[in-house]
């Protein structure tokens, strides 16, 4: 069973960027699709991006498109999260998830109910 631990929240102003990362151990990450998940007091948990096995395919949440950037790094089995512009509605605390897939999967999972392996979550502050 793999661990994810993220890291690279933090303050920041609004308009302000931010790099988070999730590294993915007991397991190379390439077993895995991952994206990333953000929940802000008393909402549910939602989808912000995600990306397939392969690093060949990419989907983020409409509030978030063109202003976030998934990728990952298999050779350091660590996915992360560029964000750029952010708006105080970005504060959450923010979580990588990975889901096992088999070798020609390229599927995108969107639902945080597709995915097995969750990280504790970073938080993420925006000031106006």
């Known amino acids: 069973q793999p661990k994810l631990v993220e890291s690279g929240g933090g303050l920041v102003q609004a308009g302000g960027s931010l790099e988070l990362s999730c590294v993915v151990s007991g397991r190379s990450s390439q077993n895995y699709a991952l994206g990333w998940f953000r929940q802000a007091p008393g909402k549910e948990r939602e989808f912000v991006a995600a990306?397939?096995?392969?690093?060949?395919?990419?989907e983020y949440a409409a509030p978030v498109k063109g202003r976030f950037t998934i990728s990952r790094d298999d050779a350091r089995n660590t996915v992360s999260l560029h964000m750029v512009t952010l708006k105080p509605e970005d504060a959450a605390v923010y979580y990588c998830?990975?889901?096992?897939?088999?070798?020609?999967?390229?599927?995108?999972?969107?639902?945080?109910?597709?995915?097995?392996?969750w990280g504790q979550g970073t938080q993420v502050t925006v000031s106006s």
């Open positions: 990306i397939n096995k392969h690093g060949t395919g990419t």
């Open positions: 998830a990975a889901v096992p897939v088999g070798w020609g999967t390229d599927t995108i999972f969107l639902r945080p109910q597709e995915y097995d392996y």
